[in-house]
């Protein structure tokens, strides 16, 4: 555990997925702590249909976070991602319902206005000098509003859209396996997170996520077009959000104009709760994905539990604590 | 080492509120999933809930997520709810379309469904505990009439035209003013999408063309304390008719600036959720609505025990 801590600030790759691995581990940990202490304290916890509500419930917020992952690594922050969620749902709305063009084009509407959306923001932070807090605060409102605005407040339905609400609670597995009818929205998370995965390990971008996190002045220097990359990054992690945009409104059939609000901060806690640092350089998907499985499996035992929603939100603030003071002690030891 | 210390903490105090959710697992369960928990008004519901539940023996659990845009988290918790074999469930649903599978799911499993506040579109729920709105605005038109003296130009401010509230409430008031008071006239219904500051524009442009408008109905807190403010800034007499309560609704009552208002009895909405739910687990038939109660309000009675049991600040 030491000798990884001491090369906590390296902008290697492997340092940095190294020093991610612990926290992966811990939190891995923490997840069977939960699952095994829920499944003790109520015997409806483990069963399968609830097994697979929680996952259901993983499946938008998962897909945010790992969008947000990239972002994060980076060093930067994205606080527009569950506006823009709801704003790329109500694309996908008004292609389909409102203009009747087929399934395909309203999936591929979402994913491009998320990825153009994402693509001002990250030019708003990195040509215009904009810290990202402040860009994408900025840019959550106005897409807030943006939706309210298209959709005259209120929802579109998706009913003329035939398969439209298979996309997230259709179950191709189900039709292989019928005790386990595992909703297609979970596929879309695992196949969405293994590609990220891999780009941030296999690729040259993955590299240069890392490395602006870590030292973007040094990676600059070496005759890098951060702007270009950085821009790049936020337009990818666009995209992944215009895709839980059609999850969630696959899952709700509508596009709920006023949802959005608060999923950014749900995602961005399950990042850090997997590990990944809010100063940059370091994080791991893998971590994403069970940070984001923490807390769906902690709302879900809490509530089969029927512990007050009141008394629910105070643990689910303090497991978000812990998680970060753990990150906190090792980045101290680290320097 | 210090986070798996913690880690272990934390499980011990899981184990903790484990025994605690297991010493009720055997009895007769029915949870409440409404469209909050922290407002006054769903705060008063749940009192209602819980107090069928003591009286009728039966676990009573009361969710909701944050706000009534969150659709997708009251699904979660439908299906959390579920989970537990519940021997019925009550839901205030934010999106009738949205919960459709879910619904099924309860039916499927022989779950009885309640529906309370608001109606589901579905044939699943058994029954749906609400307001009777379309009466409750009658008795804001009947009072208004009344104190107008039977004639003259009234105006509605509603909250929408899309919520089966709004529609109930305005037309509840409209056809009871036709039928009673055939010297009274409606010049105008607006909808102020129960806000404030668009509620108060619109009574101000109202009064502007019409000076002598002797009453207007707001038909939810928001229209109504817009109302409120739009005739104070007017400087007009008009007499202000409102529904809901809330602390500047009640002060205006208080003060003698609005009239009075008519009140939703949200306790009751909770108790006879629950004593359907129970009802319906014994197979008992029950009626497609159950009127959950309103009552008209003003200065004379806002502190009689009844209705100050019913009003929310």
Redesign the interface.
């Given at each position: 555990m030491s000798d990884t801590t001491a090369k906590e600030d390296g902008t290697t790759t492997r340092a940095a997925l190294a020093g991610g691995a612990y926290q992966k581990l811990l939190a891995f940990a923490g997840l069977i702590v939960l699952v095994v202490g829920f499944s003790l304290a109520s015997p409806s916890f483990l069963q399968t249909a609830n097994i697979i509500s929680i996952l259901q419930a993983t499946s938008v917020n998962g897909v945010l976070a790992v969008g947000v992952t990239l972002i994060i690594i980076t060093g930067g922050i994205d606080l527009s991602i569950g506006t823009l969620m709801t704003f790329c749902a109500v694309m996908s709305g008004v292609v389909l319902t409102w203009l009747g063009a087929p399934l395909p084009a309203g999936v591929v509407v979402a994913i491009a206005t998320g990825a153009l959306v994402g693509t001002i923001s990250g030019t708003l932070v990195a040509k215009a000098k904009i810290p990202p807090f402040i860009a994408t605060l900025g840019m959550m409102l106005v897409l807030k509003g943006m939706s309210l605005i298209v959709t005259g407040t209120k929802p579109i339905y998706f009913n003329e859209t035939e398969g439209y609400t298979a996309i997230s609670q259709g179950s191709l597995i189900g039709r292989m396996i019928p005790q386990f009818p595992l909703p297609n929205g979970v596929l879309v998370l695992f196949v969405v997170a293994s590609v990220v995965a891999w780009i941030l390990g296999r690729t040259v971008l993955g590299r240069y996520t890392f490395a602006l996190g870590s030292n973007e002045e040094a990676v600059r220097l070496s005759g890098v077009n951060t702007d270009r990359w950085k821009i790049g990054i936020y337009a990818r992690a666009g995209a992944i959000v215009g895709i839980a945009g059609v999850l969630i409104s696959s899952r709700l059939n509508s596009a709920q104009p006023a949802l959005g609000l608060g999923y950014e901060l749900e995602a961005i806690a399950a990042v850090v709760i997997g590990g990944t640092t809010l100063s940059g350089g370091r994080g791991t998907i893998l971590g994403t994905v069970i940070g984001a499985l923490i807390m769906s499996v902690l709302t879900n035992g809490l509530r089969v539990m029927s512990v007050a929603p009141e008394w629910q939100t105070v643990v689910t603030g303090l497991i978000i604590i812990a998680a970060v003071y753990a990150d906190q002690l090792r980045r101290r030891g680290a320097a | 080492m210090?986070?798996?210390r913690?880690?272990m903490g934390?499980?011990a105090a899981?184990?903790l509120?484990?025994?605690a959710?297991?010493a009720?697992?055997q009895d007769v369960y029915v949870?409440l999933i409404s469209k909050g928990?922290q407002h006054q008004f769903w705060q008063a519901v749940k009192k209602g809930a819980d107090k069928a539940g003591q009286e009728l023996g039966v676990?009573v659990?009361?969710?909701?997520p944050?706000n009534?845009?969150?659709?997708?988290k009251q699904?979660?918790?439908l299906?959390?709810?579920?989970?537990?074999?519940p021997a019925a469930i009550g839901i205030a649903a934010l999106?009738s379309?949205?919960l459709?599978?879910q619904l099924k799911q309860a039916q499927d499993a022989g779950i009885p469904v309640i529906a309370f506040d608001s109606g589901v579109e579905s044939d699943i729920p058994v029954t749906t505990a609400a307001t009777e709105n379309k009466a409750a605005a009658a008795l804001a038109a009947d009072k208004l009439g009344e104190m107008i003296g039977g004639e003259g130009k009234v105006a509605v401010i509603a909250h929408s035209q899309?919520t089966q509230t709004g529609i109930d409430r305005r037309d509840g008031f409209v056809d009871e003013m036709k039928a009673k008071f055939p010297n009274i006239e409606i010049v105008a219904i607006e909808f102020g999408?129960g806000d404030h500051l668009k509620s108060t524009e619109i009574t101000k442009a109202l009064l502007a063309a019409n000076p002598d408008i002797k009453g207007i109905f707001g038909t939810n807190e928001g229209s109504a304390i817009g109302v409120l403010n739009g005739v104070r800034e007017m400087g007009s007499k008009t007499v202000v008719v409102g529904f809901d309560s809330g602390k500047a609704q009640k002060d205006a009552i208080r003060s003698g600036e609005m009239a009075g208002a008519v009140t939703q009895n949200p306790v009751g909405i909770g108790y006879e959720t629950v004593k359907a739910a129970v009802a319906a687990t014994k197979g008992e038939t029950l009626p497609k609505t159950i009127d959950t109660g309103f009552y008209w309000y003003d200065k004379t009675n806002i502190d009689d025990p009844q209705i100050a049991a019913v009003l929310y600040d």
């Open positions: - | 210090f986070t798996r913690h880690m934390a499980a899981l184990s509120l484990a025994g959710g297991a009720f697992a949870p928990f676990r659990t009361f969710d909701g944050d009534e845009t969150q659709v997708d699904i979660d918790m299906s959390a709810a579920l989970a537990n074999k999106d379309q949205a459709i599978p899309a999408d």
